[in-house]
């Protein structure tokens, strides 16, 4: 049997949120929904850009991930100096459903020692979604 081609095509999609100091200051170790993913999608890339360092006495760390895995595409980054962490793509299918959160991308901020009085990250998610078709091309 042979490969049935698949002309349809789709662009990459981004979802671009920033976070700040106040999102997460007494959240340190608690996962929080930062994007919302629609059903059947999969991560390809994106980063975590911070732009301003965090500034806890000790650490400052993020991890990227979803409801069923809290460190799926980042696991404790720091966030304690500007820099850019790129997200590893797992080939994980978002759930199929749009009544639940469970394929929202989650941050989880963990910080030790003083609470920081600065920071600010931007989350890129870079993404398609299966069965999605914008043209086609033969």
């Given at each position: 049997?042979?490969?049935?081609?698949?002309?349809?095509?789709?662009?990459?999609?981004?979802?671009?949120?920033?976070?700040?100091?106040?999102?997460?200051?007494?959240?340190?170790?608690?996962?929080?929904?930062?994007?919302?993913?629609?059903?059947?999608?999969?991560?390809?890339?994106?980063?975590?850009?911070?732009?301003?360092?965090?500034?806890?006495?000790?650490?400052?760390?993020?991890?990227?991930?979803?409801?069923g895995l809290a460190t799926r595409y980042?696991?404790?980054?720091?966030?304690?100096?500007?820099?850019?962490?790129?997200?590893?793509?797992?080939?994980?299918?978002?759930?199929?459903?749009?009544?639940?959160?469970?394929?929202?991308?989650?941050?989880?901020?963990?910080?030790?020692?003083?609470?920081?009085?600065?920071?600010?990250?931007?989350?890129?998610?870079?993404?398609?979604?299966?069965?999605?078709?914008?043209?086609?091309?033969?």
């Amino acid at each position: 049997m042979a490969i049935t081609k698949d002309i349809n095509r789709q662009e990459i999609l981004s979802a671009l949120v920033t976070i700040n100091v106040a999102d997460v200051l007494g959240k340190s170790g608690v996962a929080q929904a930062a994007v919302s993913m629609p059903p059947n999608c999969i991560v390809i890339g994106g980063a975590i850009v911070t732009r301003t360092a965090f500034n806890s006495v000790t650490s400052d760390v993020l991890s990227v991930g979803d409801a069923g895995l809290a460190t799926r595409y980042l696991s404790e980054s720091s966030v304690a100096v500007a820099g850019t962490a790129a997200l590893v793509p797992t080939g994980y299918l978002t759930p199929g459903t749009t009544s639940s959160a469970s394929g929202d991308i989650f941050v989880t901020w963990t910080g030790v020692g003083t609470a920081p009085s600065t920071g600010q990250v931007q989350l890129r998610v870079d993404y398609v979604q299966v069965g999605r078709s914008e043209y086609s091309q033969d």
